[in-house]
């Protein structure tokens, strides 16, 4: 099976004063604006970081979920975050890190097992693998 979605993006104008919009194909963003300034400046609009840490951790929760049903158990609640971390190094900007937390409250399992599903859907998830960044973890099982 083969899946392609899509998003686009349209700018106007130079790199510092410019301005973009977002979209994509589900219409989930329309032409949401982003610029230098909501990059990299923290003014409303959104960026590209913020988009991946989205996409991150809604990837690694569904995969998560996965994990979970293959063991026989199903999460009440899961709760992820992602922090993308961009920073300048030689040659311009990268991602150079994404952390991930998690909070969740699964019925059945213990904190090693926890541990290790968790584990397995950080590498497993397909975000995961598209990054080249160091991708860290804080799992918090809940009762």
Not at 84 to 113: C, F, N, S
Request: aromatic share 6%; proline share 3%; net charge neutral.
């Amino acid at each position: 099976m083969k899946i392609k979605r899509h998003g686009s993006a349209v700018w106007r104008g130079g790199f510092k004063e410019g301005q973009g919009a977002i979209s994509t194909e589900s219409g989930a963003l329309k032409a949401f604006p982003y610029g230098f300034k909501s990059r990299f400046e923290g003014v409303t609009g959104t960026n590209p970081e913020e988009l991946i840490a989205a996409a991150h951790a809604g990837c690694f929760t569904m995969a998560l979920s996965l994990v979970l049903s293959e063991a026989r158990l199903s999460a009440e609640q899961m709760e992820t975050s992602a922090e993308v971390t961009l920073e300048q190094v030689e040659g311009g900007y990268a991602i150079t890190a994404v952390h991930l937390t998690l909070k969740a409250k699964i019925p059945g399992i213990d904190q090693a097992a926890f541990e290790k599903v968790a584990e397995t859907a950080k590498s497993g998830c397909p975000v995961s693998k598209l990054l080249k960044a160091n991708i860290t973890l804080d799992a918090v099982l809940v009762s």
